[in-house]
Nanobody, 115 residues
Framework: VQLVASGGGLVQAGGSLRLSCAAS????????MGWYRQAPGKERELVAA???????NYADSVKGRFTISRDNAKNTLYLQMNSLKPEDTAVYYC??????????WGQGTQVTVSS
């Protein structure tokens, strides 16, 4: 599976961004997809994930502000980010896992939130 993320950028606190992740290749093998982020000096953390049956889970820090969704017809994963905070600043990576839990990663997209 190949994943290409886009949509990052610079935004002021309180603003919104939408990230996209286009999947190609062995997409029928994809079970779950998700977004992770890594801030400077910190470990990569799960932001949100969605299963093939559209069950979702979110990190506590983004609940109520971020929404993950997938368009199966377009083979695209989205992350709508609202009410952004400076602490959301990080490189965001999309991820997919197959039914054997093997992971594929996108290249990362930078999100910077200014105060």
């Amino acid at each position: 599976v190949q994943l290409v993320a886009s949509g990052g950028g610079l935004v002021q606190a309180g603003g919104s961004l939408r990230l996209s992740c286009a999947a190609s290749g062995s997409i029928l093998r994809i079970n779950t997809m998700g977004w992770y982020r890594q801030a400077p000096g910190k470990e990569r953390e799960l932001v949100a994930a969605i299963t093939k049956s559209d069950s979702t889970n979110y990190a506590d820090s983004v609940k109520g502000r971020f929404t993950i969704s997938r368009d199966n017809a377009k083979n695209t994963l989205y992350l709508q980010m609202n009410s952004l905070k400076p602490e959301d600043t990080a490189v965001y990576y999309c991820n997919s896992r197959d039914y054997f839990n093997r992971a594929s990663w996108g290249q990362g997209t930078q999100v910077t939130v200014s105060s």
